[in-house]
């Protein structure tokens, strides 16, 4: 993959971050969730390093048909999104797998929407700040202080 494309996720890797059917090794799922068709193959590779995650694990990723061809970035989108660093990649990966994973098992179909909003979280403080949507649904269909403890559980970690 060329350093200036900008891979996305496919239907597949959409469908793969929500079903797990796969069962991809925790290093390759940390890269497919921090593909989202901003950041370029070069700066996912700077990040690559710093999840201990295969040096070609986006050619692996377009292999198994979960990141699709990449568009070549113009200039100003690689200024516009400088690469995280691993700590903040990590940050962010945590965090989405936590919220997908409640998404999951306490809404059903009826987080659907709450889950394609996470989908769109580039980074740790969108998706923090998605946080008090979930919290409110959770309460909802579960309980209040489930919800509660769910969230400050969030914020601690985000802010570790």
């Excluded at 060329?2 to 971050?17: S, V, Y």
């Excluded at 691993?86 to 962010?92: I, L, P, S």
Aim: hydrophobic content about 45%; aromatic content about 4%.
């Amino acid at each position: 993959m060329h350093d200036t494309a900008i891979p996305n996720k496919t239907a597949a890797g959409r469908d793969e971050i929500e079903s797990r059917a796969r069962k991809l090794a925790a290093n390759l799922r940390s890269i497919l969730l921090l593909v989202d068709g901003q950041r370029t193959a070069r700066q996912l590779q700077d990040l690559i390093s710093g999840l201990h995650a295969p040096v070609d694990a986006l050619d692996q990723l377009v292999s198994l048909g979960l990141i699709g061809d990449a568009a070549p970035a113009n200039s100003s989108t690689v200024l516009e999104h400088p690469a995280p660093t691993a700590e903040a990649a990590n940050r962010y990966s945590v965090l989405y797998t936590l919220m997908s994973d409640a998404v999951r098992e306490h809404l059903g179909l009826r987080g659907y929407f709450m889950q394609l909003k996470i989908e769109r979280g580039g980074n740790a403080e969108e998706l923090l700040a998605l946080l008090p949507d979930l919290a409110t649904a959770l309460a909802k269909t579960r309980n209040a202080e489930l919800a509660r403890d769910f969230e400050q559980r969030l914020r601690t970690f985000a802010q570790a």
